[in-house]
T-cell receptor, first 112, second 117 residues
Framework: AQSVTQLGSHVSVSEGALVLLRCNYS??????LFWYVQYPNQGLQLLLK??????LVKGINGFEAEFKKSETSFHLTKPSAHMSDAAEYFC??????????FGRGTQLTVWP | EAGVTQFPSHSVIEKGQTVTLRCDPI?????LYWYRRVMGKEIKFLLH????????ESGMPNNRFLAERTGGTYSTLKVQPAELEDSGVYFC???????????????FGPGTRLTVL
């Protein structure tokens, strides 16, 4: 069975600081991993995904994530936070049929 | 290209009433998913359609929930009768047929916030 744990329901950083959002997963099959972002009053938007191949995945808005099988992790990073990055971020793993299993989400606050 | 749309955006009903949520997926997407987020909890899967057929409805909480996708286009999710614990945000997502299982991107709608009083 698949599951996702996101460490930290709230993360606060200063503008220009490194963003690190943690995600660990459990999967009985080779995982497909996703990061989604939700801005206020909007739907979830895909930031990036890992399916196969290169373990460092680059996404939109300067975000990237690295798949580490030995650590069962898929942490999301951005070198320099921007005020517009303030949102809620969700890590997810999919089943073979496509069903997504989500973590509880991490609310990112960016201070000026 | 229009994204996934959901209607209504908000619904406030009393316990025991009926509510119907609608989702219009991206045109041409065969896969349609429903998810729900109860306050403070993770987003949870409800069910998955492939065209008009239910592929997986293992996440449906109970028989008060009925989902349909007539003609393989839009979908409705009816809650009858609604209970307090049904409150939450209901998301719909769609994707094209995946070449390999589970890797396809799901595109989400903005959600319907349901409040049951």
């Amino acid at each position: 069975a698949q599951s996702v744990t996101q460490l930290g329901s709230h993360v606060s950083v200063s503008e220009g600081a490194l963003v690190l959002l943690r995600c660990n997963y459990s999967s009985s099959v080779p995982p497909y991993l996703f990061w989604y972002v939700q801005y206020p009053n909007q739907g979830l938007q895909l930031l990036l995904k890992y399916t196969t191949g290169a373990t460092l995945v680059k996404g939109i808005n300067g975000f990237e994530a690295e798949f580490k099988k030995s650590e069962t992790s898929f942490h999301l990073t951005k070198p320099s936070a921007h005020m517009s990055d303030a949102a809620e971020y969700f890590c997810a793993v999919s089943s073979f049929l496509g069903r997504l299993y989500f973590g509880r989400g991490t609310q990112l606050t960016v201070w000026p | 290209e229009a994204g996934v749309t959901q209607f209504p955006s908000h619904s406030v009903i009393e316990k025991g009433q009926t509510v119907t949520l609608r989702c219009d997926p991206i045109s041409g997407h065969d896969n349609l998913y429903w998810y729900r987020r109860v306050m403070g909890k993770e987003i949870k899967f409800l069910l998955h359609f492939v065209k008009e057929s239910k592929q997986d409805e293992s996440g449906m909480p109970n028989n008060r929930f009925l989902a349909e996708r007539t003609g393989g286009t839009y979908s409705t999710l009816k809650v009858q009768p609604a209970e307090l614990e049904d409150s939450g945000v209901y998301f719909c997502a769609s994707s094209q047929v995946a070449r390999t299982g589970g890797s396809d991107t799901q595109y989400f709608g903005p959600g319907t916030r349901l409040t049951v009083l």
